[in-house]
């Protein structure tokens, strides 16, 4: 299509409004990761940008508007790549409680509506700031302006760029057995999508066994989900550590294995030795200081044979301090004065 008689006039209002599309895409961004923030939902860094003039004059071009500025609803847009196919929806629960929705444009192309369609898979929520922002100063110009917020996975984002990279949006792009073979790989990543999901589910629901069946999950072996299952055991109170399912604790594992803890009930068993009520330190604890002071509490020779020596190690002061107070074991002289630090966390 040719170009259209108001493109002139339509570049000169995006200039016009270009200072308040960056507070825009300033204000969105800030909303979005604070409300985020306290979902713990893992996500790659959230993205907000404003269209660039020539992209926004080719999409009015070729969606033929009338009105471009009012037309265009991604002026602003926000992505967001999350790692499980079960993060979308709750995600998009989060969006709509920060913004205003405009239903009628937002699309899911998550959501198949026949049996034989694979491809590009997003949820696309149109938003504004909202009415109820209107009488705060900072963002009173800028509420009824729309943008888009996009929400997928990792994979779904994969396929998207190869999609876009590829020129394979068309279903006429390829010869028949290559569009085939193309639709193939698409509807195996949506399998994959959905079984790393149901893992992810299981490996809560398997945690949850450990906490109930008590005695009879001592024998299981020890895994990252069975030591947070565990650790939340010896938060009841809020003395034990915060937990943090992001964090990677494979070095727990090897640490714990070194010092010959093999199973959940031998977990258990050294866990229980701490004495959480005596120490204020317990609530500055991670699951990892947590776990390697429970480890020095109860042999502080083999600990640090094993363990510190191996890995290099160092003590925290305040650590060593509690240890000295509460091991019933000998402490006094199995560490050298290179092995504490007051700074370092263990």
Request: glycine share 4%; with cysteine; charged share 25%.
């Amino acid at each position: 299509m040719g170009k259209l008689p108001q493109n002139e006039s339509f570049a000169a209002e995006l200039r016009t409004i270009a200072p308040k599309l960056k507070r825009l895409e300033a204000s969105v961004a800030a909303i979005i990761r604070d409300g985020l923030s306290g979902s713990n939902i893992a996500t790659l860094p959230i993205s907000v940008r404003v269209k660039e003039l020539e992209s926004a004059i080719e999409k009015a071009n070729a969606k033929s508007y009338r009105n471009p500025i009012a037309e265009t609803t991604d002026l602003v847009g926000c992505r967001i790549i999350c790692y499980l196919d079960s993060d979308v929806s709750t995600i998009e629960s989060i969006i709509k409680s920060l913004f205003h929705i405009d239903n009628a444009n937002s699309s899911n192309k998550r959501d198949s509506r026949t049996v034989n369609t694979v491809g590009y898979r997003s949820l696309h929520l149109i938003c504004t700031l909202g009415s109820k922002r209107n009488d705060l100063p900072e963002y009173s110009d800028i509420c009824e302006i729309k943008f888009e917020v996009q929400i997928r996975t990792v994979l779904e984002h994969a396929w998207a760029e190869i999609e876009h990279k590829q020129n394979y949006k068309s279903r006429k792009s390829l010869p028949p057995e290559l569009q085939r073979r193309l639709n193939i790989i698409s509807g195996t990543l949506e399998l994959v999508d959905r079984e790393l999901s149901n893992i992810a589910l299981e490996a809560l629901q398997y945690q949850g066994m450990l906490i109930e069946q008590g005695v009879e999950s001592e024998q299981e072996p020890i895994s990252v989900a069975a030591v947070l299952a565990v650790v939340e055991t010896f938060n009841a109170d809020g003395l034990g550590p915060s937990l943090d399912r992001n964090l990677k604790y494979d070095d727990v594992l090897e640490n714990l294995e070194r010092f010959g803890i093999h199973s959940v009930g031998d977990l258990k068993s050294l866990l229980s030795q701490v004495p959480l009520e005596k120490s204020n330190i317990a609530k500055k604890w991670s699951v990892r200081g947590f776990i390697h002071t429970a480890m020095a509490l109860s042999d502080l020779k083999k600990f640090k044979e094993r363990i510190m020596d191996a890995t290099g190690m160092q003590m925290p002061s305040r650590v060593y301090k509690f240890i000295q107070e509460n091991s019933r074991g000998i402490v006094d002289g199995i560490l050298e004065p290179r092995d504490i630090d007051s700074d370092t966390e263990l």
